[in-house]
């Protein structure tokens, strides 16, 4: 079945205080770099951050053991940015701050289930074993455990890289279950960045910076593929070319379907 873009879904209680801040969680490949671009040229909000500052990638660079700097600095500031943007949502420590994030609108960027695996071959960004980008088969991404770094907060390690996506897709229905948030599939975000970005602001209340939307291009990770190029490959499913009816089935049988169609997405037929 075709997948069919939802309306954006907002979830939580709100608690009558107007949103100064936004806090945008998503999984790697996603489109979260460009979406906080445009949030950040757009709107009136404190965009809290999601990646460590870079000062603690060169202290990184210096200090024996693998993404550790980065574990502890998310760790110790938790309260301040609420997690890494990668992370799988920590609901329990947002309860855990109570009042404090009273102004804070949360934010989603989620991506079809078998789009998103395609994409994590080719950049299987923050693996902890250090994979080389498309070094790993389809297959081995779906039979092989996928460890996981500490500012993930998250199970010492996934099954599979699919059981990844629906562990973060989970936190994030908590999330929303829990407070204000503004899920958005990033086939929406590419469809129509102007509607996606006018409900988030609407969301919050956030005020424009500039009287109304301006785009900005998409950021593109290689050579001679623009915005144009990423609306046609996911908008009309190209990415289906590269799938096997085995590699379909494989994905079917780890992929938590009722979870995926809360999201608006549908098991492929093989």
Known sequence: MRYKIPGMQLGGTTTGVTKKKLKLYGERNTGSRYLERILRHNIQAEVLAGVAPSWVARLQAIVP?????????????FGRNLGWKHARVDVQGLC????????????????????????????????????????????SLLTRPWPTVGRETAPHTYGNAIELWNGKARSYLELAERFPTTLLPYEQLLSDPAAAVESIRLAGPFEWKRGGFENLPESTKEAGKD????????????????????????????????????????????
């Open 65 to 77: 053991g693998k993404d550790a700097v980065r574990d502890l600095w998310f760790r110790r500031t």
């Open 96 to 139: 855990g701050l109570g009042s404090a994030i009273d102004d804070v609108h949360f934010l989603v960027l989620v991506k079809n289930p078998y789009s998103w695996l395609l994409s994590l071959r080719k950049r299987p960004y923050h693996h902890k074993t250090g994979a080389d980008a498309g070094s790993d088969s389809l297959e």
């Open 227 to 270: 915005t144009g190029f990423y609306r046609d490959y996911y908008l009309n499913e190209r990415w289906r070319e590269q799938l096997s009816a085995d590699q379909v089935r494989m994905v079917n049988e780890r992929l938590d379907r009722s979870l995926a169609e809360r999201l608006g997405y549908t098991l492929l037929q093989p």
